[in-house]
């Protein structure tokens, strides 16, 4: 028997070289990052669809701070510099809107971008999942990422979009996603964006 033969008859006989079953995963908690951004609405689609496979709570959370406008010379507001110095110190999920405004501006805005995501004019609705729970957080002396990654501590799977806002209010608040993967306690899905057909 040539060494080829011998590896062959191992290969298709030998019950060690077998795979072993793999248990499906099923998702009981999933939460998603919510900013208004096109790309936090695939999110939350993407989302939902993993959520409704398997009956899942599907937790959508806006981070907001409660700050003032203040005028900026790039055209945006001024979001202050709360949280930990270093990395995530600006990373907030800011609403454009004062102290008043902003509990009120990120809860619309976690409808806005539930009626986008899941193709319905009002809330609620029958077309959205059953186990959706919309969740408005102020974040006060903490980043975004501390936030979502601490609210998903318990959960299955962390949904985040690659990309939040655009422009200098993007700039302003860093990269979300990137510190997500970072520090979250469970895994991390992070959906790409889809170009806008007016990118090119």
Known sequence: MTMSQSHRGM???DPGDRMPTVEPLRLEHVVVGIDGSRNSVEA????????ARDAAKLEAVCVYHPHRPTPYPL????VPSHGPAGEGAREIY???????????DAHAT???VSREAFGTDTLPAPDLPPNLVLRA???????AHEVLTTMAAHADL?????????GPLG????????????????????VPATPHPDEG
């Open 11 to 13: 290969a298709l006989d």
């Open 44 to 51: 939350l689609r993407f989302a939902g669809r993993l959520a």
């Open 75 to 78: 055209g945006t507001v001024l």
């Open 94 to 104: 800011a609403s454009p809107g004062g102290v008043d405004d902003a509990a009120a």
């Open 110 to 112: 976690l409808e806005r």
């Open 137 to 143: 957080v102020d974040a006060r002396e903490h980043s």
């Open 158 to 166: 962390l949904v985040v979009g690659a990309r939040g806002h655009s």
């Open 171 to 190: 700039l302003l608040l860093g990269s979300t996603a990137q510190s997500c993967t970072r520090h979250a306690k469970c895994p991390v899905l992070v």
